[in-house]
């Protein structure tokens, strides 16, 4: 009887060294190599499931079928996607654009939980070509998207966890639209004479369970249109709220001090100085805040109602033009840990005064141009509360601002 002689080909290499080598693949040649035989699409779903966490579409440099390759093959794997119509996809049709959501929408229904639309123009597509799936969880539209398109696409959304908005004035076109597990959301509201705020109340009453919520308004700053935060009154439940201003006046300050979870608070109030001291007012109620940053703030605000917050851990201030570092020498608190950006310290030594008071001080992070002296280095060794501040935590230079 004749010998068995074993297998010399490809097919003869065990699992392993086959997932070895399908490593080098490309996705492209992954997706043509899983449909050799059963075995190799199995290996093939393995190292895609392995490498490729975030599948962005249309592919850069390659024919457009290259899009439905992919996704027949892999969209059973596909958790997380976008779609990006840029300076390098500009050459995509309307009808291309329609075809890369159909696929999707073919492939990956049942397994897509994250997803991002990234573009500079209002696509050219028909409001249903946006439909999203049932099992979503994650959407972000970065692109001027009409309340007609959202409408459509987030008809069947009913998971929807995080939901982000940009170029949208505001999600209260739909004020009825009930996402019952939105927990983050983040959007812009364009104040003008003819903002319903009776609709932004009636949107909020409807996702009480937020526990994040980044809203911009932005406004005409020589009409100066005042922006009611009666809303928050219903958002017992956030711990992470971010309010830019942009100048804007506000009402109804007193909503903030509802927030009885609150962690973390950040606004922007640019122009709008007098905004600090009613906000700081109503949030000293708030004893869960642990984190506040503030945007163009005004040094003298600060001193008078930061020792309201009795468990502040942090306090960040965010602003090119702030470079009062000596104002804050006279800061008393508790906090832990203070970061402080600024393109300009016009004097650097005042720091050693503010780590000095601020007693229980462990990390400071300073973002700036200028680059902190040796002496300033050395002085600030001897007042810090704990010695591992200047060699683990202190940011001497920040050049990339």
């Given at each position: 009887?004749a010998?068995h002689?074993?297998?010399l080909?490809?097919?003869g290499?065990n699992?392993?060294c086959?997932?070895?080598i ?10 043509t190599?899983?449909e050799v035989?059963e075995?190799?699409?199995l290996?093939?779903?393995?190292v ?11 592919k ?7 899009n439905?390759h992919i996704l027949?093959?892999?969209?059973h794997k ?6 990006s119509q ?5 050459s995509?049709?309307?009808k ?7 696929w999707l ?8 939980e994250?997803f991002s639309?990234?573009s ?6 028909p409001p ?5 799936f049932?099992?979503?969880k994650h959407i ?10 959202l409408?459509a ?8 966890v ?6 949208y004035?505001g999600?209260?076109h ?7 597990h ?6 812009v509201?364009?104040?003008n004479?003819?903002t319903?705020f009776d609709?932004?109340v009636t949107?909020f009453?409807?996702h ?17 249109y005042a ?16 309010l830019i201003l942009?100048?804007?006046n ?5 909503s903030?001090?509802h ?5 973390e608070?950040t606004?922007d ?7 600090d001291?009613?906000?700081l007012?109503?949030l ?13 703030p ?7 109602g930061i ?7 942090k306090l960040?201030?965010f ?13 008393r608190s508790?906090?832990i840990?203070?970061e402080?950006?600024?393109t ?6 005042s720091?050693?005064?503010?780590v000095?008071?601020?007693?229980k001080l ?6 700036c141009?200028?680059a902190?002296?040796e002496?300033?280095c050395?002085d600030?060794?001897?007042v810090c509360?704990?010695?591992d501040?200047?060699s ?8 990339d601002l």
């Amino acid at each position: 009887m004749a010998a068995h002689q074993p297998d010399l080909t490809v097919l003869g290499l065990n699992d392993d060294c086959l997932l070895s080598i399908f490593n080098y693949l490309s996705l492209m040649d992954l997706a043509t190599t899983s449909e050799v035989c059963e075995r190799f699409k199995l290996i093939a779903d393995d190292v895609f499931s392995r490498r490729y966490k975030h599948i962005e579409f249309p592919k850069m440099g390659a024919e457009f079928s290259y899009n439905h390759h992919i996704l027949k093959h892999f969209g059973h794997k596909i958790t997380s996607s976008s779609f990006s119509q840029n300076e390098f996809h500009l050459s995509l049709s309307k009808k291309q654009m329609s075809c890369i959501f159909e696929w999707l929408g073919k492939y990956c229904t049942e397994t897509l939980e994250k997803f991002s639309i990234d573009s500079k123009v209002k696509l050219a597509l028909p409001p249903t070509a946006l439909t999203f799936f049932p099992k979503v969880k994650h959407i972000d539209f970065f692109y001027p998207i009409s309340s007609e398109d959202l409408k459509a696409a987030l008809v069947s959304c009913k998971n929807l966890v995080t939901l982000r908005l940009d170029w949208y004035d505001g999600p209260f076109h739909f004020a009825n639209h009930i996402m019952p597990h939105l927990k983050e959301f983040e959007t812009v509201i364009r104040v003008n004479r003819l903002t319903e705020f009776d609709k932004i109340v009636t949107f909020f009453k409807n996702h009480t369970q937020l526990t994040a919520l980044c809203t911009e308004f932005f406004n005409n700053r020589q009409a100066h249109y005042a922006v009611d935060l009666s809303f928050l009154s219903h958002l017992s439940n956030l711990t992470k709220l971010r309010l830019i201003l942009n100048g804007s006046n506000v009402s109804d300050t007193a909503s903030l001090s509802h927030l009885n979870h609150l962690q973390e608070f950040t606004v922007d109030c640019s122009y709008g100085k007098e905004t600090d001291v009613e906000i700081l007012e109503h949030l000293g109620s708030v004893e869960s805040l642990a984190d506040l940053g503030l945007g163009m703030p005004d040094v003298s605000h600060i001193l008078r109602g930061i020792e309201r917050f009795k468990n502040l851990f942090k306090l960040e201030i965010f602003d090119d033009d702030f470079n009062d570092i000596l104002s804050l020498g006279e800061l008393r608190s508790n906090c832990i840990e203070l970061e402080v950006w600024c393109t300009m310290l016009a004097q650097p030594n005042s720091l050693v005064n503010v780590v000095s008071n601020l007693k229980k001080l462990e990390r400071i992070k300073l973002r700036c141009q200028v680059a902190l002296s040796e002496k300033v280095c050395a002085d600030l060794v001897k007042v810090c509360s704990s010695q591992d501040l200047l060699s683990k935590n202190l940011t001497k230079t920040m050049e990339d601002l």
